[in-house]
């Protein structure tokens, strides 16, 4: 191309010139075209298994953001809705997202962490657990979820930091209250959740120890015949000691008595005699000549 003011070299670079200027110019457009993935709207049944597939790798956790953002662009499409309100439409897609994160990620990951917590305290207070071989069984690192930044899905914010730490609070609650005798085990998971994956979970405030085991003074006196039965005297530690606990009986009981210069003391200590290695439990109450207390409940037979 010639002309009468410029020569050919300088109209094809001025030619060049421009076409810079109108891709600048476009750029912010273009961009937005290029990343439109408003089509994964018709395809949502392939985030199940991308996100599974994200969880059975757990060093590319960081993914999880990127891959609901690009899902996210199917609220454009809702947003074209004219026949109708688009609010239901926009609540039912986000409510979907949401719900494929909880299934394949929140929920796996909260059972998997109990799991692991669980085999940990096992393995150390039970003598038949094998303990964990990290070369030959397949233990996944599961703090990437926890360290990831929380996820945004339309407007929600679901940490899954967060949403752990509420699960494992609930279930070590629940599980204690069912069973006190085991609020020793919960309470070294709790200790191993925060020294090993960072989890502040709070104290559920429930007694260190089992209130459901004892023997009652006042039912002793009632059964005495039964008491002089099944319980022996040792002379050298002044501790009756039962001999002949139930068949189902999980823990073998022991009365120890203190007099005290002021109002005689009973202590009852419980004694498993499930393992080797048993765990005490206490617990005082005192008696006046009216009346006598002492721990709370008593064994089936009495």
Known sequence: MSSKYINEKDATRLKQLVRRI????????????????????????ILDPIISAVY??????NRLQYILASFCDGIRLCQ??????????LLEYRSLLKRTLTTQIVEPLCRDIETDLRLHVHTKHLNHVQTLNPKTENLRPLRPFLDIAPLKILGLVVNIKNEV???????????TTVAL??????????????EKLGLQLMDNFLPMGSLDQGLDVLQIMRNIHIFVSRFAYNMNTQTFVEFRPDKQSKHLNTIKIQVSLLLPTITIIIISSSSSSSSLSSSSTSSTSSSSTSSSSSSSCY
């Open 22 to 45: 109108t891709a600048l110019a476009n750029i912010t457009h273009d961009i937005r075209t290029v990343c439109n993935t408003s089509f994964l709207y018709f395809h949502t049944d």
């Open 56 to 61: 059975q790798h757990s060093t590319e956790a």
């Open 80 to 89: 074209t809705v004219t026949h109708k309100d688009s609010t239901p439409f």
């Open 165 to 175: 730490t509420h699960y494992l609070d609930l279930n070590f609650y629940n599980l």
């Open 181 to 194: 005798h085991d609020w020793r085990t919960y309470s070294d998971m709790r200790s191993l959740a925060q």
